[in-house]
């Protein structure tokens, strides 16, 4: 168990009151409730909850967009009942049960349910009914989160759906005390249908692994239609084999939706205009499993030198095809009703073959990305081939499949494998593609 080291710490530095601080990006900084159009950031920010450090306030000079941590601060404390519900409270977990041997941190040992029951964030969309959204981003400032320390699982939901690549995220954040940081996350295809809702509801939690983790929310912005990224700085390191301790020439190093760069000669990286704040570098090479590090970028600044260790990849058998991580292979006899995301009887029978096959394997993680021949508006054709492989997913999940373990993308006409000039080379264009991203 451990300590509860940070239970009267207050950070020794002058604190700012929180007073009218304005910017262009974030308008009123004591709003709970903001919606800003045409700012440097992205041509709409809806920001829920006030930026204010769960009301302890900033150090004289802090930016808390610049990607420094907060410093520490005292825990735990009231909420106040005008902010924004889900922002500056404590929140545990439901996997912890009071009561019981797992372990747990100060948050969960100073706070008691009902109380600390983790609170949905709700972002109300019908101010940008007359913006045409074609991406979009948010922006989250954490507190004490610790996943990697004790091994917990948080899901990630926005109106109910998992959002996997923010689940990564969170998962791979290690804050190790009552410190904020901010974090930024890109939106999938499969997200941007959400925007068609009244609103976002945001959840996390962790209803399945019993470690009592608290962890705190400031607030959350969504960015529609982002633009340049204000606050940037850059990511260098290496890649190495983790037993020989060579470099690997030609490996990826890659921050996920930011950007990707190969190694040179010497295995050395330099990842630019990365976001400010907590984020994830990820590293590959043909043969090899990946590798994740936590990094903090400063505004303006370049990391220290990132070291990613990467291990020899194993091999699996899937349709009498080997594979390692990073490989692919079109799914044969996927198929679906004309113009339509219905799965058909062959499609059913090649995922029971996958589902066996990820129940055998179950550390195994799949991208599902679905592919379409070039008729027709490529638009339409990208939403129909994200609605196909969510049919995929969605069926694998009922035959007992993590979703976690699932991500997907629709390219449409995007990613041809043969010219669209007969039938039958569109018909090799229409499919499904799997891909190992985890071994």
Not at 104 to 133: H, K, M, Q
Not at 165 to 181: D, L, R, Y
Not at 214 to 225: E, H, Q, R
Request: glycine letters at 8%.
């Amino acid at each position: 168990m451990r300590k509860l080291s940070y239970l009267f710490l207050f950070c020794c530095c002058h604190l700012l009151s929180f007073s009218q601080l304005q910017t262009a990006a974030d308008g009123d900084w004591t709003k709970q409730l903001l919606l800003l159009k045409n700012t440097p950031e992205a041509d709409a920010m809806i920001r829920v909850g006030d930026i204010d450090n769960l009301s302890f306030g900033w150090a004289e000079g802090f930016n808390p967009f610049s990607g420094r941590n907060t410093d520490p601060h005292g825990y735990p404390w009231e909420p106040d009942k005008t902010d924004a519900a889900g922002t500056d409270r404590i929140m545990v977990p439901t996997g912890y049960k009071y009561g019981s041997e797992a372990s747990y941190e100060g948050y969960t040992g100073s706070t008691e349910r009902p109380a600390n029951n983790p609170v949905p964030v709700s972002i109300p969309l019908n101010g940008i009914r007359d913006i045409t959204a074609t991406a979009a981003s948010l922006q989250l400032f954490i507190d004490d989160f610790q996943s990697p320390e004790f091994q917990k699982k948080f899901q990630f939901r926005i109106n109910g759906q998992r959002f996997i690549e923010a689940e990564k995220i969170i998962n791979g954040v290690n804050q190790g005390g009552p410190v904020g940081k901010l974090i930024t996350i890109k939106f999938t295809g499969e997200q941007m249908t959400l925007l068609q809702a009244d609103s976002l509801v945001i959840f996390i939690d962790d209803p399945v692994t019993d470690a009592g983790d608290g962890f705190a929310i400031d607030f959350v912005k969504l960015l529609i239609n982002p633009k340049e990224v204000l606050y940037k700085g850059s990511i260098k390191g290496t890649i190495i084999d983790e037993a020989t301790k060579k470099p690997l020439a030609n490996a990826r190093a890659e921050v996920k939706d930011y950007g990707m760069v190969q190694t040179d000669a010497e295995g050395n990286f330099l990842l630019q205009a990365v976001p400010a704040g907590l984020n994830i570098v990820a590293g590959s090479a043909t043969g090899y499993s990946s590798a994740q590090k936590q990094v903090d970028v400063i505004e303006g600044e370049t990391t220290e030198d990132v070291i990613l260790e990467l291990k020899r990849s194993g091999k699996v058998t899937f349709n009498n095809t080997t594979m390692q991580e990073g490989d692919n292979l079109v799914m044969k006899n996927i198929q679906f009703e004309v113009n339509s995301a219905v799965l058909l009887a062959a499609g059913k029978l090649e995922l029971d073959k996958l589902a066996v096959f990820m129940n055998q394997n179950p550390s195994v993680e799949i991208l599902l990305s679905g592919h379409t021949s070039s008729e027709g508006s490529a638009s339409l054709n990208r939403e129909l081939s994200l609605k196909r492989v969510k049919s995929c997913k969605d069926y694998l999940v009922s035959k007992g499949i993590d979703e976690g373990l699932i991500t997907i993308k629709g390219l449409g006409p995007d990613q041809p494998i043969a010219p669209n000039d007969t039938e039958t080379n569109r018909a090799k264009n229409r499919r499904v593609e799997l891909k190992i991203t985890k071994l």
